[in-house]
């Protein structure tokens, strides 16, 4: 799938010749090039022989620049204003040849960028991912980004993903890549009898070219380097390894959901280093749903406002605070589990929008009247429902990924905004932060943020350990814990549903003995896949004890289970 720049509202295209294409596109130096990963017959060719043609197609690049022959960087174009490269394109497509360039870039699988820069300084994971959004040295430059899918290898061999977020979300690419990182082994890469030191053959390559190009594209070209070089200096990303803790230890100590003890830790955090609430917006999966995406998650809660004061009151006990985050988290879960349900409000608002603005009335229908426009009118233009929406904090999180070194979007808001992807292992979390620059974020600083999220998160673990210890627990379970727990079972996509959904179980059994239950109802096998989570929202620990989950996260005495044969929540 490709992106087409059209004036004022892109296009997303996708075509039988696009699904059964057997080419990718590669891209060297802004030079591009058209590569045959199937044969004739419809099997993909050896590694070794793409290894080879991956090498030929730098010589050729190389060659070429020596002879100036290089084509003009039309790449950079589509890193710019989209409304800029949509003039751009209207010119190069009435050429017979650039048409057919953005035709078969158009009708390959994906983008393969070949830099010729690295990561500067060596090993540094921040300029590695700088590197990967925007080709570091040269902003824009080496990339296609209206591709769907575009893989970048610096000159070291380091490897990223850039996804072009419209045709779907993060979680889809995320599981191919976690997959394929983790199941590619060296020795199943197959080695090619051709000489990889001396590539002479193209025979599966065509050059792409761009010829003819106008003085008014060229203007555009430089014109789109000047705006992207900019935009590339006003950004800062960093990755934050906490390698303290991670879900194993949020389940068992603290006692919350893993994803919301790092969304209050976050929101902490902006309001220590701001001194005010940020309007958070967290992902929510829906894929339960037929088509289902996303809807948001407004994480900033009357609880989660109470959390934050009572963190910063030097008169607050560490009961007071380990209380105060529970309230928060126990809220939070509620808000994940409606939004993820499709119960939240900013799909629906922006289908009203969306309706009120495109849509005309059926012949049946009576047209709006004044006094009914001017109504619509205030509510979408209402000053609490756009300071509600300015995401300061844009954040969603990912399932454990062990093999994703770093991952990261940017920012929708610029002054004082972060937008962070993170992804809580069982032993640490990873954040991909980014923000604008101090001076054009007017007070957004991601090294000053980096800073105050490790200690926030440090003074949480303080905080759980010093209160919730092994004696009291056990106190409390003795005294108040019931004999017997209602547990709702709901299946979750296309996951056999039970005829009987609900069951009083022993408070005393251990998750474990509630997912080999499970199994059993469901008829199924040891390998069979089974995902099951807690109120939609992430999956505890096998030890965990259902009375402690039904304390954390149950409803009335009552707990929900879901449960999946695919991965749908972290």
């Known amino acids: 799938m490709t992106r087409i720049p059209r004036m004022g509202c892109d296009e997303l295209r996708q075509d039988e010749s696009t699904i059964a294409s057997r080419t990718i596109t590669v891209i060297a130096e802004d030079q591009i090039y058209s590569m045959d990963v199937y044969d004739s017959t419809g099997h993909r060719r050896p590694d070794g022989e793409l290894e080879a043609?991956?090498?030929?197609?730098?010589?050729?690049?190389?060659?070429?620049?020596?002879?100036?022959?290089?084509?003009?960087?039309?790449?950079?174009?589509?890193?710019?204003?989209?409304?800029?490269?949509?003039?751009?394109y209207e010119q190069l497509e009435k050429q017979p040849s650039n048409h057919a360039t953005l035709m078969a870039i158009q009708h390959s699988l994906f983008a393969v960028s070949l830099d010729t820069t690295f990561s500067d300084p060596p090993g540094s994971i921040n300029a590695h991912?700088?590197?990967?959004?925007?080709?570091g040295t040269q902003p824009g430059h080496n990339r296609w980004y209206d591709k769907c899918v575009s893989y970048v290898f610096d000159r070291n061999g380091t490897a990223g993903y850039l996804g072009e977020h419209s045709p779907c979300d993060a979680l889809i690419p995320a599981f191919m890549i976690e997959y394929v990182a983790k199941n590619v082994a060296p020795e199943n890469i197959g080695v090619s009898s051709l000489n990889l030191a001396a590539p002479t053959s193209l025979a599966h390559v065509r050059r792409l070219r761009f010829t003819n190009v106008g003085a008014s594209v060229l203007q555009l070209i430089a014109e789109a380097e000047k705006e992207v070089e900019q935009t590339a200096r006003s950004s800062d990303s960093r990755q934050i390894r906490f390698e303290n803790y991670g879900s194993d230890w949020i389940k068992r100590a603290a006692k919350v959901g893993p994803d919301a003890f790092a969304q209050l830790a976050m929101q902490l955090t902006y309001y220590r280093i701001h001194g005010t609430f940020a309007a958070v917006y967290e992902t929510a999966s829906t894929r339960q749903f037929v088509h289902g995406r996303t809807e948001t998650v407004r994480s900033l809660s009357a609880e989660s406002a109470d959390f934050m004061r009572t963190m910063c009151d030097p008169s607050s006990s560490s009961r007071d605070k380990y209380e105060a985050l529970v309230r928060a988290a126990n809220k939070h879960q509620i808000l994940l589990r409606d939004a993820s349900s499709g119960n939240g409000v900013d799909r629906h608002l922006l289908g009203l929008r969306m309706a009120y603005h495109r849509l005309q009335p059926l012949p049946s229908e009576a047209p709006l009247s004044a006094a009914e426009k001017t109504a619509i009118e205030e509510f979408f233009n209402d000053p609490i429902l756009a300071k509600s929406t300015t995401f300061q904090l844009s954040?969603?999180?990912?399932?454990?990924?062990?093999?994703?070194?770093?991952?990261?979007?940017?920012?929708?808001?610029?002054e004082r905004g972060y937008g962070i992807n993170y992804i809580i292992e069982p032993k640490r979390i990873k954040f991909g932060t980014e923000g604008k620059t101090f001076e054009v974020g007017k007070g957004t600083d991601v090294e000053r943020f980096e800073m105050t999220l490790r200690q926030v998160l440090a003074e949480l673990k303080a905080i759980c350990e010093h209160t919730v210890t092994t004696d009291t627990l056990a106190a409390a379970a003795a005294s108040t814990q019931p004999k017997k727990i209602v547990v709702r079972f709901k299946s979750i996509g296309n996951a056999p549903i039970l005829k009987?959904?609900?069951?009083?179980?022993?408070?005393?059994?251990?998750?474990?003995?509630l997912i080999m239950f499970l199994r059993k109802e469901l008829g199924y096998k040891p390998s069979d896949p089974l995902f099951v989570y807690v109120n939609s929202a992430f999956s505890p620990a096998p030890d965990e004890t259902v009375y402690n989950l039904v304390r954390c996260f149950g409803l009335d005495n009552q707990l929900t289970i879901n449960y999946a044969t695919t991965p749908a929540w972290g």
């Open 500 to 513: 009987k959904a609900v069951y009083k179980i022993s408070s005393a059994q251990r998750f474990q003995a």
């Open 395 to 414: 954040t969603s999180g990912l399932f454990p990924a062990y093999y994703l070194s770093h991952t990261g979007f940017g920012s929708v808001v610029a």
């Open 53 to 88: 043609e991956l090498h030929a197609i730098i010589a050729d690049v190389t060659e070429r620049r020596a002879l100036g022959e290089l084509d003009p960087a039309v790449t950079v174009l589509t890193a710019g204003h989209r409304d800029r490269w949509s003039v751009a």
């Open 129 to 135: 991912q700088r590197n990967m959004k925007c080709h």
